[in-house]
């Protein structure tokens, strides 16, 4: 199996634009986890799912941030307007069973918003 | 609400020793799971070991050994004969469903 993918690697984006980062979580996997990595705030959750069914979004910052799951491959977070304080690494992980079996990460999406 | 502390920011050891690197958790559960993460500079989140709340036996992995007190609600991460390529940031983290991380450790390993 490939891993977790995460698309793009980079991705730099002017203030104001929209901008979706794209997750392909581990074949057979059913949980899909979002986490954001600042130097101020650390790694932080976003949002998870379960069998492509949001379960917990309250570390969503606002209601600029969506996330969705339309099927069990494929994942993405969108940022609509973006602001250069989103500026981050953001993380997907996939998981079998939570905590038995571990989370396996992407290599995450460095973004900068100018 | 779960949290875990690390409250050494920065560590450091001579290549061939031995460094603890210290964690605390809060939680109210009884059943949950505690993790290792190496993050290098590459940013890709490796998992160093991971230890189950209802075993007591200490998870050993190589060189990485933990020591887990659940009552004392501790899990230190011990890296034995340390190499230049153990140095990187390292998270502990908690689990029921969803991965809660402390504020991580910088550890830097001196020829």
């Known amino acids: 199996d490939a891993g977790v993918i995460q698309s793009p690697r980079h991705e730099v984006t002017e203030m104001g634009q929209e901008v979706t980062l794209r997750c392909k979580p581990i074949s057979g996997h059913d949980y899909l986890f979002w986490y954001r990595q600042t130097m101020m705030r650390g790694l932080e959750l976003l949002i998870y799912f379960n069998n492509n069914v949001p379960i917990d979004d309250s570390g969503m910052p606002e209601d600029r941030f969506s996330a969705k799951m339309p099927n069990a491959s494929f994942s993405t977070l969108k940022i609509q307007p973006s602001e250069p304080r989103d500026s981050a690494v953001y993380f997907c992980?996939?998981?079998?069973?939570?905590?038995?079996?571990?989370?396996?990460f992407g290599s995450g999406t460095r973004l900068t918003v100018v | 609400a779960q949290t875990v502390t690390q409250s050494q920011p920065e560590m450091s050891v001579q290549e061939a020793e031995t460094v603890t690197l210290s964690c605390t958790y809060d939680t109210s559960e009884s059943d949950y799971y505690l993790f290792w993460y190496k993050q290098p500079p590459s940013r890709q989140m490796i998992l160093v070991i991971r230890?189950?709340?209802?075993?007591?036996q200490n998870a050993t992995e190589n060189r990485f050994s933990v020591n887990f007190q659940k009552a004392a609600k501790s899990f230190s991460l011990k890296i034995s004969d340390s190499q230049l390529g153990d140095a990187a940031m390292y998270f502990c983290a908690y689990s029921t469903d969803k991965l809660i991380f402390g504020t991580g450790t910088r550890l830097q390993v001196f020829p």
């Open positions: 992980a996939s998981s079998l069973v939570p905590g038995n079996y571990g989370y396996t």
């Open positions: 230890q189950e709340a209802y075993k007591q």
